[in-house]
């Protein structure tokens, strides 16, 4: 019985898959986004998540750790220079999964996982609404004053 046991195993023995995430981590890492089935790219962003939030700090511990994981050297430079820049102030949630439908050969459901920052049509068009206001304070969040009403002309008139 697998009571408790979360872990997809992708029809693999632990090696081969630790390999397996390793390969693909770099990838994505490499190239900001992967074609690979729904299953993999699942597994991979419960992989690659915790190391891109290690990436955010650079510091000697957190390069090995991540290292222990990768095995890659340029991918780590990678991760830690133009990847962490992009996401330092990102809370979570580095990764997008969009299904793409089905492979012809064996029918086997296919996805794209690529880094949220890097792509740069959803980011033009989130950016592209949004005109740059300042946010409005209301009394109820933190008493910001109320401004100053415009004066008549009626009221200057009598103020000379």
């Not at 064996?106 to 880094?115: N, T, V």
Request: glycine residues 8%; positive net charge; hydrophobic residues 35%.
């Amino acid at each position: 019985m697998r009571h408790g046991d979360k872990v997809n195993n992708l029809g693999r023995k632990t090696a081969h898959r630790h390999a397996l995430m390793m390969n693909l981590a770099i990838s994505l890492i490499r190239y900001k986004r992967i074609f690979t089935t729904l299953a993999k790219a699942k597994a991979l962003r419960g992989y690659v998540e915790p190391l891109i939030s290690r990436s955010k700090e650079n510091s000697t511990h957190n390069r090995r750790h991540v290292f222990s994981f990768l095995r890659d050297k340029e991918s780590i430079n990678e991760l830690f220079g133009v990847v962490s820049g992009k996401v330092g102030e990102r809370p979570g949630g580095y990764t997008r999964i969009i299904k793409t439908g089905f492979r012809p050969g064996d029918s086997a459901e296919m996805a794209l996982i690529e880094l949220v920052d890097f792509n740069e049509t959803y980011t033009q068009n989130k950016n592209a609404g949004k005109v740059a206001e300042p946010k409005k304070k209301t009394r109820r969040a933190g008493g910001a004053k109320k401004a100053p009403a415009k004066k008549t002309t009626e009221e200057t008139a009598a103020e000379e």
